[in-house]
């Protein structure tokens, strides 16, 4: 498994939903029937903008692959941000065919441009060899200049380059603010630490950021947000704070304040996760176990499980299930009591083995739906079967004793 799978490109895109660069506030504000009368006459940040919205389906329907046209047209009148997208896209394989030198190319075309998410994306292909050399001095070269901008992702990469441990501490702006806030909150005022909270989250400091999204996101001193929500943490994300990862990873998960996206989720938690955060290894591990949003794979689940668990500040309950996963007798079970019930259905599964959906890779929860929904028919059909089967030895037992009250089987069941 790839230690540097961190893309800056995508947290640039979530940085879109968030409001926090100004292109896509621009994109925010506008309308893709405005992005499309500006287009025609040229505008690249317009194409951009339409790229944007077929991307992510706001206020068109979804289509990648023409949000990719856009960011290309837009790539090729040499706008920066569209060119790191048109890297990120070609990396991941989503809309364009998997290129990891088209990736690289585009990236390097941005990052000389100064734009620091791509200077960071093309350090990361270099440390991964992928679409160019392996070369981590070039690596740091491009980190360092994403670094000298304030990335927060280029600042932990490098650390964890240095030291081989966790990242650098990041200092915070608007402490003061922020200890104010704390201060309020800790004395049960959370309305009245909204305030000085949100100053510091304005100013930059990525726990109050994730301090002001988790409010938003439970209701605590302000109406409950999921959008709001959403959008602080991918701030605070952006600025490379592991928490946030975890808590942006699950919205995207459960569908909460953004689109259902299994693929972002696995992201974040990937993001989060190299950056040693517990949580983020928890949910990691378990996107494996269930497939979501990652190929399901019951050994890596068990990998990320172990990190999660381990040291002294490690979770008994990824430790757990990190145990009963190395037994490979044992089913992976469900992500949910939703998935349980519709699979158990109330009934004595003796049917069920340890079958894993190897492999498998879902986007969202209609497909798991889906998958677990072809299970229980599997399931209900094996266990008729083995129920005829008892009754058809039992008939036959009374037949061969000439019984007076065999009870016929009837026909068997069918075997699908």
Same mark, same amino acid.
């Given at each position: ?38 287009? &025609? ?69 941005? &990052? ?128 490379? &704070? ?175």
């Amino acid at each position: 498994m790839r230690q540097w799978v961190v893309a800056a490109a995508l947290s640039c895109f979530v940085a879109v939903s968030a409001g926090a660069q100004s292109d896509f506030d621009q994109c925010l504000q506008s309308s893709p029937q405005d992005a499309q009368q500006h287009a &025609a006459r040229g505008d690249a940040t317009a194409e951009y903008c339409l790229g944007f919205y077929y991307a992510t389906g706001r206020g068109v329907p979804k289509d990648v692959a023409e949000g990719v046209r856009h960011f290309r047209v837009a790539a090729d009148r040499g706008y920066a941000p569209a060119q790191a997208y048109v890297g990120y896209f070609y990396k991941h394989g989503q809309g364009v065919a998997q290129d990891y030198g088209q990736a690289a190319q585009w990236y390097r075309k941005a &990052a000389e441009q100064g734009f620091a998410n791509a200077q960071t994306d093309l350090a990361l292909m270099y440390l991964d060899g992928l679409g160019v050399p392996k070369d981590q001095n070039e690596a740091r070269k491009w980190l360092h200049l994403a670094a000298a901008q304030g990335n927060g992702q280029a600042l932990n990469v490098l650390a964890a380059l240095d030291r081989g441990g966790p990242p650098k501490a990041r200092l915070e702006p608007a402490m003061d603010a922020f200890e104010q806030g704390k201060k309020l909150y800790m004395a049960g005022d959370k309305a009245g630490a909204v305030r000085p909270f949100l100053a510091a989250a304005q100013a930059g400091n990525s726990q109050a950021q994730i301090q002001i999204g988790y409010q938003y996101e439970y209701g605590e001193g302000v109406p409950q947000n999921y959008v709001l929500a959403a959008q602080w943490y991918a701030r605070a994300a952006n600025l490379g &704070a592991p928490a946030a990862d975890c808590n942006l990873g699950f919205m995207y998960e459960n569908g909460t304040g953004v689109s259902e996206d299994w693929i972002q989720a696995a992201r974040w938690y990937q993001t989060g996760a190299d950056l040693n955060n517990k949580r983020c290894q928890f949910l990691l591990g378990r996107a494996y176990e269930f497939g979501i949003g990652v190929p399901q794979n019951r050994a890596s689940a068990i990998e990320w499980f172990n990190r999660a668990g381990g040291g002294a500040q490690g979770d008994p309950q990824a430790a757990y299930f990190a145990r009963w996963l190395r037994d490979p007798t044992n089913n992976i079970g469900f992500r949910n009591q939703a998935e349980h019930d519709l699979v158990i259905g109330g009934r004595l599964r003796f049917g069920m083995g340890s079958d894993d959906p190897a492999g498998l890779l879902f986007h969202n929860s209609a497909e798991r739906t889906a998958y677990l929904m072809r299970q229980r028919r599997s399931l209900d059909v094996r266990e008729a079967q083995t129920m005829w089967g008892i009754n058809k030895r039992g008939y036959d037992d009374c037949q061969r004793n000439h019984g007076e009250s065999c009870i016929s089987p009837g026909p068997p069941p069918p075997s699908q």
